[in-house]
């Protein structure tokens, strides 16, 4: 059985409030979880009246530990969660354009500045084509 630690949605409309269970991976967002590990608060509250809202994050960090260590894979948002609480490693960003590599990064610049080039002189052909068109057309017309 595939088990993911996920955020199960709570709340009302415009005031969201996630638990974070354990789940099946095939079952949907809200059946049943396996087991309840916390909540999450994205909005938050004041601390004091008037103050800056604070975002709360409450799980059980033996429980969480358990489910990491039999295989259970988190989401993209509880795996951010967990590394600001310092269970994970703050995962690295990685964007889906974006080479890992310098060397890549320099020959994917190559490539496109190539493409923007090929692609302006397929433009001026079309072009010269269109206006060749067009002076032929005319000719038959005068004859």
Partial sequence: MQVRIRLARYGVKGKPFY?????????????KPIETL??????????EAGGPLIKEIKFDMLRAKYWLGVGASPSDRVEHLFAKAGLLPVPEKTWKFQPKDEELALEAQKRAEEGLVKADEA?????VYKAEKAARKAQKQQA
């Fill in 123 to 127: 433009k001026k052909a079309k072009k």
């Fill in 19 to 31: 638990h974070i269970v354990v789940a099946n991976r095939r079952t949907g967002r809200q059946t």
């Fill in 38 to 47: 916390g909540t999450y608060d994205p909005i938050g509250s004041p601390e």
